[in-house]
């Protein structure tokens, strides 16, 4: 087992804690196998009635470094791939990466992922199949990637396209961050606890208690969803499955709000946006899991050697001007004809298949 993910079984539960704070717990290949391995093997040992997903604290104690469940993948370690190897590691790592979502999706013991702070990208992809999600005062959940050119994944377009009011469709493009309070009222969370209870709360599982009855036990009323104030704009102005008339009902709205998330829209990849609002459409159609990630997966390559990604990680975590200079620059550059070469099936053998 990897350093960077503790796995130990207590009391008759599993626990894997991902244990990167200098990178927010940010997952690499390594991690993502390590995983897999031992939830292969818990699965099958009789003696593990369940699993606990959690993040370790840093080692100095650093507030800022523990409140990192995951913010993602090594998006470094991506475009690395994109520009040096044409893309073939960083498939690799989509590949079981995708494999990981989708064995927590069908995993056949209860699983709980503490989300006590930021919960972004690949953080969302180990959450959200996990039966009981917990959400604290210090969790972030943001799906961003339409800021660095790649788009919303790990099973994003499951998960969002069915979240009530066009919710999901609003986060995609937006890569808007939620609270805790927020995730519950989502239901991208199913119970709120102060973080102050966390270690009474894995304890008491580890000590034998039911995962259900421990979490509604120590679950405390959330403040309210600021969210929530904004529901009927977001379900009115992201009606629309075009980009364009999404930007278009933005603009004709005139309050404040509307303003302000057209400007953030405008800030983010045409070519992203346009691919998410696809995605999302199109897993609503899709028979499972298993099918989303599939159509994931072929989405991932493509996306990972297109301009817009090194450039979006460029502008975000290397040079840090935050300037990205999208290709297309424009909505109207995004071609019904490259989305589709985007979503088109993949040659004999390199479609993406589960575990």
């Excluded at 009530?164 to 808007?176: D, E, F, K, V």
């Excluded at 599982?205 to 959330?222: K, M, T």
């Excluded at 933005?250 to 998330?261: E, I, K, P, Q, V």
Aim: charged share 20%; glycine share 10%.
């Amino acid at each position: 087992m990897t350093g960077d993910v503790l796995a130990s079984v207590t009391g008759g539960v599993a626990r894997l804690s991902l244990n990167r704070p200098g990178t927010l717990h940010a997952l690499t290949l390594d991690m993502v196998q390590a995983m897999t391995r031992a939830l292969l093997a818990w699965a099958r040992d009789p003696a593990v009635r369940g699993v606990m997903i959690d993040h370790a604290p840093a080692p100095d104690g650093d507030p800022k470094r523990s409140r990192g469940f995951c913010a993602g993948g090594d998006i470094a370690f991506l475009r690395a791939s994109a520009l040096g190897d044409g893309g073939v590691s960083g498939r690799r790592f989509f590949h079981d990466e995708y494999q990981l979502n989708h064995q927590m999706f069908t995993y056949p013991k209860p699983v709980v992922a503490f989300m006590d702070g930021i919960t972004m990208g690949g953080g969302v992809g180990i959450s959200q199949p996990a039966r009981f999600r917990v959400a604290t005062e210090n969790t972030r959940l943001a799906m961003p990637e339409t800021g660095i050119g790649l788009f919303p994944d790990v099973g994003g377009g499951w998960y969002l396209s069915r979240l009530s009011g066009r919710l999901g469709q609003y986060l995609a493009l937006t890569g808007a961050r939620l609270d805790g309070a927020e995730c519950l009222w989502a239901g991208l969370a199913t119970h709120y606890l102060p973080s102050s209870a966390l270690a009474a709360a894995k304890d008491r599982i580890a000590g034998g208690e039911d995962i259900e009855l421990v979490l509604a036990a120590l679950s405390v009323a959330p403040p309210p969803a600021r969210i929530a104030d904004h529901a009927e704009a977001i379900v009115r102005l992201f009606a629309a499955d075009r980009l364009e008339d999404i930007l278009s009902a933005l603009a004709a709205d005139g309050s404040d709000w509307a303003a302000a998330t057209r400007a953030t829209l405008a800030s983010k990849s045409p070519q992203t946006c346009k691919v998410a609002l696809r995605q999302l459409a199109d897993s609503l159609t899709l028979p499972n899991f298993a099918a989303n990630m599939a159509m994931e997966y072929r989405i991932a390559s493509r996306v990972l050697t297109r301009p817009d990604f090194a450039e979006g990680v460029r502008a975000v975590i290397i040079d840090k001007d935050n300037a990205p200079r999208w290709t297309p620059a424009t909505p109207e550059g995004v071609i019904d004809a490259l989305i589709d070469s985007i979503f088109a099936a993949l040659p004999a053998g390199e479609e993406w298949t589960p575990l």
